[in-house]
């Protein structure tokens, strides 16, 4: 039988005074030593093996070429040859007398425009071909062959239609890198789950929001798979096209120095275009890792 609760019983069961304030608890920061040296830690496992290697690499060449009759220089000797180009990349006297820093920026410039044009164009009739079966059956194979031909072979059709080496070289760019972002859009458009159509059709998104809502977020791993052979494929095509079309350039500064029997200044200028295709693919794969996130990865 269950008693009624009397006063002393109600006073009893409740905590005197006013309630105890709830103090939230803080996760502890480690110290910034500790910080530090992890970022220290991650840094040298990236960095020291690459060097490592290099180093080794650099003494096996040094060891080889300074031996009597070697075709090539040891990298003392490259380095003694262009100092000046190193120290001073930024003289310029006038016509194509000019440091590497004159030479790299030009090609760069050529390859930004033909890229930027082939990126628009590529992912645009990527769109198309992966979304629509009449234009993959009336366009895949016409891209399929295209893509075989080599860069170069494309420079006297370009020449011939521009007469002028600037626009050929951007058109040389725009024709290479276009193929590998066409492809592999269409096939990020044709691989988009059919979950992500079902529901477009069920809240009736219009074909601009399916766009901008499901299809480039959904495809943007492949379009940057794309993206990232392009800019690989622009970079190799300026350099054999500015050998042929002259100017300035990186390729015609390579050219120039076979025919002055500069081999060291040509081993300088492979240097630089090695680094900066580096630097150009990774900010391309730091643009896709920020704009996929979220997103599926394959």
């Known amino acids: 039988m269950n008693m009624p609760a009397t006063k002393m019983d109600i006073e009893t069961a409740t905590p005197a005074g006013p309630a105890a304030p709830v103090v939230a608890m803080t996760p502890k920061r480690p110290p910034r030593s500790e910080t530090y040296a992890r970022m220290a830690r991650e840094t040298a496992v990236r960095v020291i093996p690459p060097l490592v ?30 100092k000046e180009l190193i120290l001073d990349p930024f003289f310029d006297h006038g016509g194509i007398d000019k440091g590497l820093f004159w030479h790299l920026s030009a090609s760069l410039q050529r390859v930004a425009l033909g890229y930027s044009l082939s990126a628009v164009a590529g992912i645009a009739l990527g769109v198309l071909v992966g979304q629509s079966v009449w234009a993959m059956r009336g366009l895949d194979p016409l891209f399929q062959v295209l893509r075989t031909i080599p860069p170069l072979a494309w420079l006297p059709l370009s020449l011939a239609a521009f007469r002028d080496g ?34 477009a059709a069920v809240v009736q998104l219009n074909p601009l929001e399916f766009f901008g809502k499901i299809m480039i977020p959904a495809a943007a791993p492949y379009i940057f798979t794309g993206l990232r052979i392009g800019i690989g494929l622009s970079w190799l095509a300026i350099v054999a096209a500015e050998m042929l079309i002259g100017g300035v350039g990186i390729g015609f500064f390579i050219w120039d120095a076979w025919n002055s029997s500069h081999i060291s200044e040509i081993i300088l200028a492979l240097f630089y275009v090695g680094i900066i295709g580096f630097v150009l693919d990774r900010l391309i794969a730091g643009l896709g890792k920020i704009v996929t996130r979220g997103t599926a990865q394959n």
């Open 53 to 82: 290697v290099v180093a080794l690499l650099a003494l096996v060449w040094e060891l080889i070429c300074r031996r009597a009759g070697s075709a090539l220089p040891p990298p003392s000797k490259v380095f003694k040859d262009t």
């Open 166 to 199: 600037q626009p050929s070289a951007i058109f040389v760019i725009f024709i290479t890198s276009i193929w590998p972002i066409i492809i592999n859009t269409a096939v990020g458009v044709r691989n988009i789950p059919q979950d992500y159509r079902n529901v």
